[in-house]
């Protein structure tokens, strides 16, 4: 079945510095990826759609330039939180369409210090 | 009034009960829906996946969907301990990897099978 891999599972940065996450389909090409942020006991919540070689649609309320997202291949997306603060901290997913379904990655841990 | 409403519990039940678990949403363009299963500190994973009205089983998991209602189940027959996760709701207006295809989640419901 289609595998969608997000590295890291867990980072601890320091207020102001930044953080990228890796999103990778293993076995299947995806168009279209999309990054979701879940606070405890939440649910997902859409924060912006990837598309490969084009710029990243944003969902209201998040801003672009603090969470920027590059989709440079077919196969992979990044999503970088910049100048984080206490309030990024979170659980960030990604997900993707592959085998006729949408598939999720394990998820990253943010915590900002 | 969120499009998505799921109850978010928690809902705690006994080894080898039936469980069920709903939804009720608002906007008709829902077309494709999906239940998820999250493990704490994982991503969802899919369980279930109907395209428009009907039901759909899948070993001890049936799906109902009743878009004249706007309401969708999950059933889980004989619940194991192995089943305690949050379950969530999604629905989409088209499926498929294009923007079209966005995802609109429930809150989730977080269930507990005990021995």
């Known amino acids: 079945g289609a595998v969608v891999s997000q590295h890291p599972s867990r980072v601890i940065c320091k207020s102001g510095t930044s953080v990228k996450i890796e999103c990778r389909s293993l076995?299947?090409?995806?168009?279209?990826m999309f990054w979701y942020r879940q606070f405890p006991k939440q649910s997902l919540m859409l924060m912006a759609t990837?598309?490969?070689?084009?710029?990243?649609?944003?969902e209201q309320g998040v801003e672009k330039d603090k969470f920027l997202i590059n989709h440079a291949s077919l196969t992979l997306s990044t999503l970088t939180v910049t100048s984080a603060h206490p309030e990024d901290s979170s659980f960030y997913i990604c997900?993707?369409?592959?085998?006729?379904?949408?598939?999720f990655g394990n998820g990253t841990r943010l915590t900002v210090t | 009034q969120k499009e998505v409403e799921q109850d978010p519990g928690p809902l705690s039940v006994p080894e080898g009960a039936i469980v069920s678990l709903n939804c009720t949403y608002s906007?008709?363009?829902?077309?494709?829906f999906m239940w998820y299963r999250q493990y704490s500190r994982k991503g969802p994973e899919l369980l279930m996946y109907?395209?428009?009205?009907g039901n759909k089983e899948d070993g001890r998991f049936t799906a109902q969907v009743d878009k004249s209602s706007k309401y969708i189940s999950l059933f889980i027959r004989d619940s194991q301990p192995s089943d305690s996760a949050t379950y969530l709701c999604?629905?989409?207006?088209?499926?498929?990897?294009?923007?079209?295809?966005?995802?609109?989640f429930g809150q989730g419901t977080i269930l507990t099978v005990h021995p």
């Open positions: 997900s993707a369409w592959g085998d006729r379904a949408r598939h």
């Open positions: 076995d299947f090409q995806a168009t279209t």
């Open positions: 990837s598309n490969e070689g084009s710029k990243a649609t944003y």
């Open positions: 906007n008709s363009a829902f077309q494709y």
């Open positions: 109907t395209y428009s009205s």
């Open positions: 999604a629905m989409s207006v088209q499926a498929g990897g294009t923007s079209y295809g966005k995802l609109t």
